[in-house]
């Protein structure tokens, strides 16, 4: 079974900057079946990226995810003040990563 | 729009069941699969398993096996996940979401709040 682990755990920064989220895999995964998903609190997630580096539908393109084999990462280039959520790594609809809060500094 | 409503908040006793229901619309049913998810209080998201719209085929969490039925009615386009043996920790929110491609879910439901508890 592939693991997910997601770092930082927490990101505190402020509006405006730049926000790196890491996903790492326990062993090598298609990035094609990697996604991130956003979640707000009360409220169900929402997919952000699929295939590792493809942005849904409606996404603004501040978002953006990288990677491939065992390391990917979600980058939101500059925080605006609704981006203050936790954001989820999956892999090929199953596993998902712990999670990392990204709150405002 | 592609949209899932699910099911009432439900509260049961330990080893009771609960049903839980998610209605689709805004496309064709069996085109997709749905995948089920849970969120205990605070916690992160697990997987509970997937079921095919389109011919009823199932692949359910290992740690789940035996206390969990996913379903399907084509005629209401809707999704069923029963869970039996309820214990408390399995007090959590549960989401339904549509099975894109290769296997992100877009969109999810709203969430069914379950609460098991003497």
């Known amino acids: 079974e592939i693991v997910l682990t997601q770092s930082p755990g927490t990101l505190s920064l402020s509006p405006g900057e730049r926000a790196t989220l890491s996903c790492r895999a326990s062993?090598?995964?298609?990035?094609?079946?990697l996604a991130w998903y956003q979640q707000k609190p009360g409220q169900a997630p929402r997919l952000l990226i699929y295939?590792?580096?493809s942005r849904a539908t409606g996404i603004p393109d501040r978002f953006s995810g990288s990677g491939s084999g065992t390391d990917f990462t979600l980058t939101i280039s500059r925080l605006e003040p609704e981006d203050f959520a936790v954001y989820y790594c999956q892999q090929y609809g199953e596993t998902f990563g712990q999670g990392t809060k990204v709150e405002i500094k | 729009q592609v949209q899932l409503v699910q099911s009432g908040a439900e509260v049961k006793k330990p080893g009771a069941s609960v049903k839980v229901s998610c209605k689709a619309s805004?496309?064709?049913?069996?085109?997709?699969?749905i995948s089920w998810v849970r969120q205990a209080p605070g916690q992160g998201l697990e997987w509970m398993g997937w079921i095919s719209a389109y011919n009823g085929n199932t692949n359910y969490a290992q740690k789940l096996q035996g206390r969990v039925t996913m379903t399907t009615d084509t005629s209401t386009s809707t999704a069923y996940m029963e869970l039996r043996s309820l214990r408390s920790d399995d007090t959590a929110v549960y989401y339904c979401a549509r099975v894109v491609s290769l296997g992100w879910f877009d969109p999810w439901g709203q969430g069914t709040l379950v609460t098991v508890s003497s």
């Open positions: 062993q090598s995964v298609s990035s094609s079946y």
């Open positions: 295939g590792a580096s």
């Open positions: 805004g496309y064709t049913f069996t085109s997709y699969g």
